[in-house]
């Protein structure tokens, strides 16, 4: 409250009012409001309730309908009076300022209005000797924020915080509050941040819940230092679990959060988040710790997962990235639990990456490893990875030669798997033709890769060092034709988007390469039409194949994609298209026939703006089966009202068929309540995955989510998992309380955090507009 700092521009200005009250005495006793204007240089008010004006000067300004003086001390005014300056306004019936105690006191219907502040009160009494000013029976309301509340004396000092002595304060607008906290004193800072409660009471309609002799507050979206919401839930695996977090605001540029998380069956776990921002760098810190798991009998080693992210731009040509975890054993994720993980994860990232990016080069140095989690083949690391590429456009045509290589040394954690080094460089030819009907993009490339492979076992089939040198031919075009067409009364834009590619890879025994940073592609419908099988170079697949595809698409007036349907298929010259026959990473459900690969489709139909369906499938029309498939239908009004209803297939994962059907759905049951319901069944064995139902409670001030979750536990390490008697499903309840207002937010918090509680997620639809 600035009241104070401005006392002594009021003496001045009423200073020099008072030799014109004394020159005209009997005028000022009852003087008409046009002079006392003129003799005090007041500004006029036609309506008291209008905004504070703009006032750039020192000054303060005074209007009333009546003025006098007493002793020359004393100057009165009654009727309507309104003081003003540039930081505030005080209305009242009654002022009177006191020259030689320097004092200003109103009384009835005062209405002080700041620039964080409104405040109505019986009386007012301003000090400069004690450099306050005070208000009794005060109600205020906080500008930019929700929070409000009485008090029967409020006094602000010469700093501007803003003290409430038998105060009151909530967010809620109810006569009676949904909640409020009652307290002895209420300090609010003078710059509209923060608030201290001492003695304070915690109320729900009005009936004390909880004392606290002491805490502290946000009232803005200001980063401030105390505790969050904390959190209560039951699972089976950790048992009663309580979280209180402790936010730690330690300069403008890093902040910490401090939660210990009690688990009534194993033990206190302490998480740690530490997160920087430096010019152009920023990143996160995280450490979770468990001492001893009192789960598990078979041992007390502690169990800890720490997390290291980095983002950042040197300059405008040069990157930095990292993203490291470590975890202390392969079930922490499906026991313990983690925010940066899903329980279902089965590996973690451990990648450091430096790149630099020029108009016609780029360079990147990568180190990377995976920590995979549970039964599995080793991985390897690539220590270091190092590639460069180049770009040179044609001066003679439209198009540009392309050069990259790169330098792998991939080591294994294991003594007797094997190691490489591989150098690989591909140069060619791109030549793009687009127009707006038709494009035709062709390319030509002499791919060259060398081996040098350590530690093989006796009897392998790989060798020590490996050249292999293969041409790659890409023909890739395609038209696009439209017509307008009416249909229902609609007018609508129908397409026909024919493509054709022809690649063509010599064939290439490969046997004698290991696998090192290689697998099999997803063959969907984009990915018929890709220049390769794999990812990786470990394995380059012989090709000598055309690639057709067909979509067509409705559209409406506003561009907006209504259907769209998409069929493809490979088709294979010769009758060996890959050389890779025996390789290991075919499966049954891969191996390429000698003719023609699956036929590939997806469909999109938006039936309005709330519904649509869409799916994808990969189906072999030869041996009659289906590879993989999805369909999803969606139904979404708005963030609280949506319906998803899914299934998916795919014939082989790991040897075994994969089937499953979802349900998820949030709606509004009133304009408080909500639900969040999950239901995951696994077709194949008959069983739930997974089963999750959630109620939130929100009103303009607080909100609770209650929410029941049953599903089914990972098993990545059977052994310990059987031997510490691990239970198949992980059951229990959570609840979780909102106070709306006390973080400097207000808005409607919405459901979507109930949806990241799965452990399948959900992905939201989306529309595609050309």
């Known amino acids: ?57 020192d000054k303060i300004r005074i ?5 006098s003086i007493k002793q020359d001390q004393i100057a009165q005014f009654t009727g309507s009076v309104i003081l003003v300056d540039k930081s505030q306004r005080i209305l009242a019936d009654q002022l009177a300022f006191n020259r030689l105690k320097m004092q200003i006191e109103a009384i009835g219907n005062i209405h002080y209005q700041g620039k964080q502040i409104n405040i109505f009160a019986d009386t007012l009494s301003a000090s400069k000797i004690d450099n306050a000013t005070t208000m009794t029976s005060a109600s205020y309301q906080l ?50 941040d923060f608030g201290e409660a001492y003695h304070a009471q915690f109320r729900i309609l009005d009936v004390p819940i909880f004392y606290v002799p002491y805490f502290s507050f946000p009232i803005s979206k200001k980063r401030l230092t105390g505790f969050l919401y904390p959190q209560i839930e039951t699972t089976t695996n950790t048992g009663l ?96 639990g983690s925010k940066q993980y899903n329980s279902n994860d089965a590996y973690l990232y451990q990648t450091g990456e430096l790149a630099y990016f020029g108009k016609q080069w780029q360079a990147k140095l990568q180190l990377q490893d995976f920590e995979v989690l549970g039964e599995h083949q080793p991985s390897y690391k690539t220590l270091p990875h190092f590639e460069l590429s180049a770009q040179q456009p044609l001066n003679f045509v439209s198009g540009q030669f392309e050069l990259y290589s ?24 791109i030549l793009p033709i687009v127009r707006p009907a038709w494009f035709l993009n062709s390319e030509v490339k002499l791919m060259h890769t060398y081996y040098q492979q350590d530690n093989i076992a006796q009897g392998s089939n790989l060798d020590e060092t490996v050249t292999r040198t293969l041409p790659k031919l890409r023909i890739h075009g395609g038209i696009n034709f439209d017509r307008e067409l009416v249909a229902f009364g609609q007018n609508y834009r129908h397409t026909l988007e024919p493509q054709l590619q022809y690649l063509y890879v010599p064939e290439k025994d490969q046997s004698n390469i290991g696998l090192y940073d ?31 595809g067909i979509t067509s698409r409705l559209l409406d007036d506003e561009n907006l994609e209504i259907v769209r349907v998409s069929i493809g298929r490979i ?121 999750y139902a959630g109620f939130q409670y929100e009103s303009c001030c607080w909100a609770v989510r209650i929410a029941y979750h049953r599903h089914i536990n990972s098993n990545l390490d059977p052994a310990s998992f059987a031997a510490d008697g691990r239970e198949e499903f992980d059951t229990g309840i959570s609840i979780k309380f909102i106070i709306k207002g006390l973080d400097g937010k207000q808005s409607a918090i919405g459901t979507q955090e109930m949806f990241n509680k799965s452990i399948f997620g959900y992905k939201r639809p989306y529309y595609l507009q050309n």
């Open 1 to 57: 409250m600035l009241f104070p700092r401005t006392l002594n521009f009021t003496l001045v200005v009423l200073l020099a009012c008072l030799p014109k009250f004394a020159q005209a005495d009997a005028d000022i006793k009852n003087p008409a409001p046009e002079t006392q204007i003129m003799l005090c240089t007041v500004a006029e008010f036609d309506d008291i309730a209008t905004d504070i004006p703009e006032i750039l000067d």
């Open 63 to 67: 209007s009333s309908l009546h003025a």
């Open 143 to 192: 500008h930019g924020n929700p929070g409000h509340g009485t008090a029967a004396s409020l006094s602000i000092d010469g700093d501007g915080v803003l003290s409430l002595i038998d105060s009151t304060f909530t967010t809620c607008l109810q006569e009676v509050p949904d909640w409020q906290i009652k307290a002895a004193e209420i300090n609010l800072s003078a710059s509209g």
């Open 241 to 336: 679990e309580v979280t209180v977090p402790f936010y730690l605001n330690i300069t403008e540029n890093f902040d910490a959060t401090i939660t210990p998380r009690y688990m009534s069956k194993r033990g206190l776990q302490l998480q740690t988040e530490f997160r920087y921002m430096m010019a152009m760098q920023s990143g996160q810190i995280d450490l979770e710790y468990l001492d001893n798991d009192q789960a598990i009998k078979s041992n007390n080693d502690p169990r800890y997962l720490a997390r290291f992210q980095h983002v950042g731009t040197f300059s405008e040509n040069f990157r930095a990235y990292v993203d490291y975890t470590t975890i202390s054993d392969d079930n922490y994720l499906v026991d313990i």
């Open 406 to 429: 790169e330098i792998t040394n991939f080591q294994s954690s294991e003594k007797d798997q094997v190691e490489a080094k591989r150098y690989h460089i591909e140069a060619g030819f």
């Open 518 to 548: 290689t697998t099999l592609l997803q063959d969907d419908f984009h990915g018929i039409f890709r220049d390769t099988s794999y990812s990786g170079l470990d394995r380059i697949a012989a090709a000598n194949q055309y690639t057709w």
């Open 571 to 691: 088709q294979y010259f010769g009758d060996n298209n890959t050389g890779l026959a025996n390789d290991p990473l075919l499966t049954d459900n891969d191996t390429i026939n000698d003719k023609q690969s699956s036929v590939a489709a997806d469909l999109f139909y938006r039936i309005n703006h709330q519904w649509q369906v869409s799916g994808d499938i990969q189906y072999n029309t030869l041996e009659d089966f289906t590879n993989k498939g999805q369909v999803k239908v969606d139904y979404q009004l708005d963030k609280y009202n949506l319906v998803q209803l899914n299934h998916r297939y795919t014939r082989n994962v790991s040897g075994d068929s994969l089937e499953q059907v979802s349900l998820l759905t949030s709606f509004a049951i009133n304009k408080n309540w909500a639900f969040v319901g999950r239901l995951t069944q696994d077709l194949q064995q008959n069983r739930s995955l997974e089963s």
